[in-house]
């Protein structure tokens, strides 16, 4: 689904929200287009390395398996800088060191677990890269694509970066929608919210994702173009065990009413309609993150004013393979407090600041959320959620990888951390599940997610 980015705005140099202040119906003009031969990737991020060599300039020079790499479709993907160690270790006692390059949510953990929470910083690397057929259709695509007037739709888009070069927040969070390129996805995830005395509550269910890429992305034919689907069976905890929720997102609608969901429960053995399934309706065990917390931000930003409050060079979770280990158990990953962050590698990268502010009129449990987007692929690594009362309350990790098979960057375990109460909540382990299966798409249809098939399958 999509990436992006803007001019030529330096990593640690911010631009004020006024810049982007306006939203913007025009389309990607040819001049920015041409800027994705130049100074920017094909995907809007900047090709130049930083001023001190610490990011470098963007290669892309793998597509798929990388040379020296043995990987068979199945198997778990092999590491390509195993071999590396850390460069240094951000710790409570050394933070002020690095304090400009560290988000407000990381400054937080670290003073609330001086001992234990460490930031394991590694060489970075920008060397993956989607197919030329992604990057074709950005060029292509991108110079018509418009926002319909309220900012809930696109029309003339395809599943690729909308808006290579933003111009506006809401833009920048229409690329950060479209930013998992995965088109088919079945898997199991484990979910745990681990208590500040250790205890863990499970969770687990079957995911599956549909957002298949039309060959013509203007047919009006289609039905397909414009919907992302999906399908989540509960397997834990017991007492939601059974329930199948399924739906779709339409992408090319006005309004609020874009989802369509229903819900098969168990007890009644009824499907229903679920129109009030998304924003922050609780989800996994406890009901610990909101829907659209899923990937640190998922579904309609209809609730919130978006900005892009500039752009920074910081220390985000980045090439994580060693998340997938089948080797590391939860038992050693899930520790008091926070995740184990010496399975986590971080690098430092330039990030897009994204800020959304709930609009005076909705209500929400984030009154404002910061998120902190990757250049080189769109998807959200960081994210500060705020109370009303202007309180960090969650600040959220998003572990990364490159998938061989997919060609295409894939999230892994995502980490919420509650700073009031001390718990956190782990999603989309797999470690000691199957490895994910990742598709083109074709292997699923549209049937697979209709009110009849959850129906079938709950009997």
Not at 251 to 267: E, V
Not at 415 to 443: K, W
Request: aromatic share 14%.
């Amino acid at each position: 689904m999509s990436r992006i980015f803007h001019p030529a705005l330096h990593a640690c140099v911010f631009v004020t929200g006024a810049a982007f202040a306006v939203a913007t119906f025009a389309k990607t003009s040819p001049e920015d287009l041409a800027k994705l031969d130049g100074p920017l990737t094909p995907m809007g991020a900047e090709r130049a390395g930083n001023a001190d060599g610490t990011i470098p300039a963007w290669s892309g020079k793998w597509f798929g398996t990388p040379p020296g790499v043995e990987y068979t479709p199945g198997q778990r993907y092999p590491d390509p800088y195993a071999s590396e160690k850390p460069l240094f270790v951000i710790t409570a006692q050394n933070m002020q060191q690095y304090d400009a390059r560290l988000t407000d949510g990381e400054k937080a953990l670290l003073k609330k677990y001086p001992d234990t929470f460490r930031i394991p910083v590694y060489q970075s690397h920008r060397d993956f890269r989607y197919s030329e057929d992604v990057y074709k259709d950005i060029r292509l695509y991108a110079a018509n694509t418009t926002m319909t007037k309220d900012q809930n739709g696109l029309k003339d888009f395809p599943p690729v970066a909308p808006f290579p070069v933003p111009k506006s927040g809401v833009e920048a969070m229409w690329n950060l929608r479209f930013a998992s390129k995965i088109e088919g996805e079945t898997t199991t995830y484990d979910q745990a919210v681990v208590y500040p005395d250790g205890n863990i509550a499970w969770g687990k269910v079957k995911y599956t994702i549909y957002g298949p890429r039309s060959a013509d992305p203007f047919d009006a034919k289609s039905p397909l173009t414009a919907k992302t689907f999906f399908r989540q069976t509960i397997m834990l905890p017991l007492s939601d065990r059974g329930t199948i929720i399924t739906g779709f997102e339409m992408w090319d609608q006005q309004g609020s009413d874009t989802r369509r969901t229903w819900s098969y429960n168990p007890g009644t053995r009824r499907v229903r309609q679920a129109p009030e399934f998304g924003f922050d309706q609780p989800q996994g065990p406890g009901g610990f993150r909101t829907v659209d917390d899923d990937h640190l931000f998922n579904g309609s930003g209809e609730r919130y004013d978006w900005k892009i409050v500039g752009k920074r060079e910081v220390y985000v979770p980045y090439n994580n393979y060693k998340l997938m280990d089948p080797s590391i158990k939860y038992t050693d990953l899930l520790t008091k407090g926070h995740e184990n962050t010496q399975y986590l590698r971080f690098e430092l990268h330039r990030v897009w600041v994204l800020q959304a502010t709930l609009k005076s009129d909705y209500r929400h449990q984030y009154a404002k959320r910061v998120l902190y987007l990757d250049e080189d692929t769109w998807n959200a690594v960081a994210a500060d959620n705020y109370d009303v009362r202007g309180t960090l309350w969650r600040t959220n990790l998003a572990a990364t990888l490159y998938a061989y098979d997919a060609k295409a960057f894939y999230s892994t375990s995502v980490f919420y951390h509650d700073m009031i109460s001390g718990a956190y909540y782990a999603d989309r382990l797999t470690n000691e599940e199957p490895m994910p299966v990742l598709t083109r798409g074709s292997q699923l249809n549209e049937a697979y997610f209709s009110p009849d098939a959850i129906r079938s399958a709950g009997k």
